[in-house]
T-cell receptor, first 112, second 116 residues
Framework: ETGVTQSPTHLIKTRGQQVTLRCSSQ?????VSWYQQALGQGPQFIFQ???????GRGNFPPRFSGLQFPNYSSELNVNALELDDSALYLC???????????FGPGTRLTVT | KNQVEQSPQSLIILEGKNCTLQ??????????LRWYKQDTGRGPVSLTI?????NTKSNGRYTATLDADTKQSSLHITASQLSDSASYIC???????????????FGAGTRLAVHP
């Protein structure tokens, strides 16, 4: 176990709804990165938060947004859900943006 | 365009046999290369990490190699076990010119199945 936890484990939403996924980072880590992994594909970088500020973003539309809290836990919010948003969402925590990333178990999101 | 390509896409081997997975990348500027193991429906777990100056690194039965000139890496698994059945993902880190975050570029992974 990496010490990174995510909730919920599974989630089913309908198209157009909004969803919030949560991640608790490993103790001592101040950086959280979020990834989207479609079935049979490698993870795609969504964004990274370092000390409560967005520190980099991948090719995802603005309806994907996030937050990092003072305790370095993080949220991923997705608005106006689309069918293609169905995926495993992974978060990874690290000490600094160049530190080794430790992944959580993921949240499986299904959009119907 | 920064890309990481892995081969084969999938592989079936018998328990006890060895295998080698390949990774080719076009990522610049290169920072480091990592191999992860991902069990189905779980988060990836780091196996090895290599910087530009490292040619090989081992972690138990896993040995990774890196040729920075040809931009190729391999992961060799020795004496495979049933628990080695998983996806193996090659990840290359690209440094940001202006500092800040290290962007990770993931390959699609190789699905390894070890049969008794």
């Amino acid at each position: 176990e990496t010490g990174v936890t995510q909730s919920p484990t599974h989630l089913i939403k309908t198209r157009g709804q909004q969803v919030t996924l949560r991640c608790s980072s490993q103790s001592g880590h101040n950086t959280v990165s979020w990834y989207q992994q479609a079935l049979g594909q490698g993870p795609q970088f969504i964004f990274q938060y370092y000390r409560e500020e967005e520190n980099g973003r991948g090719n995802f539309p603005p309806r994907f947004s996030g937050l990092q809290f003072p305790n370095y836990s993080s949220e991923l919010n997705v608005n106006a859900l689309e069918l293609d948003d169905s995926a495993l969402y992974l978060c990874a925590s690290s000490l600094g943006d160049e530190g080794e990333q430790y992944f959580g178990p993921g949240t499986r999101l299904t959009v119907t | 365009k920064n890309q990481v390509e892995q081969s084969p896409q999938s592989l079936i081997i018998l328990e006890g046999k060895n295998c080698t997975l390949q990774c080719n990348y076009t990522v610049s500027p290169f920072s480091n290369l990592r191999w992860y193991k991902q069990d189905t429906g779980r988060g990836p777990v780091s196996l090895t990490i290599m910087t530009f100056s490292e040619n090989t690194k081992s972690n138990g039965r896993y040995t990774a190699t890196l040729d920075a000139d040809t931009k190729q890496s391999s992961l060799h698994i020795t004496a495979s076990q049933l628990s080695d059945s998983a996806s193996y993902i090659c990840v290359v880190s690209a440094s940001s010119f202006s500092g800040g975050y290290n962007k990770l570029i993931f390959g699609a992974g190789t699905r390894l199945a070890v049969h008794p």
